[in-house]
């Protein structure tokens, strides 16, 4: 089985929500959609339901033209941030209701029906109402049904973001291996790189409805191909600040010098944007020959483990990730520290030309 967009656009009322976008998913594979609120991810899996029709391209699936087809003559499961349940029905016959639309036996029903209870814990609750459940365990009813609708398609749109955290982490697990064996196509919603990198598979990111790159979620991860598609894949965004390269030293804006070394020295001279995530940059140096910079900090905040620091470096806004509690005064100026194999290196128009060594290597 595959899925094929080929130059798929979405305008509504003058207001384009998918530019022209090419994307093939094929059979047994899990495809993260990554990218903030209102980047596409939603619009683009409508799109690939049949719940909205493309204003261009085509859409095709096993090779067959599907564009305009009904999203009921299509064999689909869909899974919302915002569960839907029929709450005159027990769990049993809600997840039990679409297989009753394909006709399938009691036996053939009871049976998977337990089989994806089970898989997701909801055996001791199949004689309940949905009302009757919390939200997780709702949300697991909805993920059931998905499951045994032996659907081509599965369009999972954000399904975990209302749960409490333990169980976000618990499925954030269980979801790839649960779906492993149906050997369908599954697309994945999320706003979070943290999730798209635990769910694996392949990823793609979005910003301001376009695709900007699609791989296997490591390689995304490890080799932006520009500066948009690291600044989606790095929560909080990558850290940028303009360089020189000129011989074998790079100046960085505030005057700060190193010397090229790998790929970066074989670059042409002229300027170039460096890009760094939030958690390689450190309150103090763990490596020589890391890299000292001035800022000055203007918000702290402490999750319980680790230190968000928001600092303005000369102009630029960077945010820093650091690990345990600090106890910092606002105002105040910080070193701050970077190993230079942790720097990407983008043109001035934001194509990568050089990862970071530390991800050549991972």
Request: aromatic share 8%.
């Amino acid at each position: 089985m595959s899925l094929k967009l080929q130059g798929v656009s979405k305008v509504l009322e003058g207001q384009t929500h998918i530019h022209p976008t090419d994307l093939e998913l094929q059979n047994g594979t899990m495809n993260v959609l990554l990218g903030p609120t209102s980047s596409g991810k939603t619009s683009l899996m409508r799109l690939m339901a049949g719940l909205d029709v493309p204003n261009t391209g085509r859409i095709f699936w096993n090779g067959a033209d599907v564009t305009g087809m009904r999203v009921q003559d299509r064999r689909v499961a869909m899974v919302y941030q915002q569960f839907i349940n029929y709450p005159s029905m027990t769990v049993y016959d809600n997840i039990a209701s679409p297989m009753r639309l394909l006709g399938k036996s009691a036996a053939e029903i009871d049976s998977d029906v337990k089989k994806a209870a089970d898989l997701m814990k909801l055996t001791p609750f199949l004689a309940r109402k949905p009302l009757e459940l919390s939200g997780g365990q709702q949300q697991r009813c909805a993920l059931a049904r998905a499951l045994v609708k032996d659907a081509g398609l599965v369009l999972l749109d954000e399904p975990l973001a209302n749960l409490d955290y333990k169980l976000r982490e618990e499925l954030r697990a269980e979801i790839p291996k649960i779906f492993e064996e149906a050997g369908s196509i599954f697309v994945y919603a999320t706003t979070e790189p943290e999730e798209a990198l635990l769910l694996g598979g392949n990823t793609a990111t979005l910003w301001e409805g376009r695709v900007t790159q699609f791989g296997l979620t490591p390689h995304v991860y490890r080799r932006p191909v520009n500066d948009t598609t690291a600044r989606v894949f790095s929560d909080p965004p990558m850290n940028f600040l303009d360089i020189v390269k000129t011989g074998s030293v790079l100046r960085f804006g505030d005057d700060t010098t190193v010397q090229a070394s790998g790929a970066i020295a074989d670059l042409p001279d002229g300027r170039y944007k460096a890009g760094f995530r939030p958690n390689h940059l450190e309150l103090s140096p763990h490596v020589a020959g890391a890299m000292q910079f001035e800022a000055r900090l203007t918000v702290t905040e402490i999750t319980g483990s680790e230190t968000f620091v928001h600092l303005d470096h000369y102009g630029a806004r960077w945010v820093g990730l650091i690990h345990g509690v600090h106890n910092l005064a606002l105002g105040q100026k910080l070193s701050v520290y970077l190993d230079p194999a942790h720097i990407y290196v983008f043109s001035e128009n934001g194509a990568l030309v050089s990862a970071a060594p530390y991800a050549e290597v991972a």
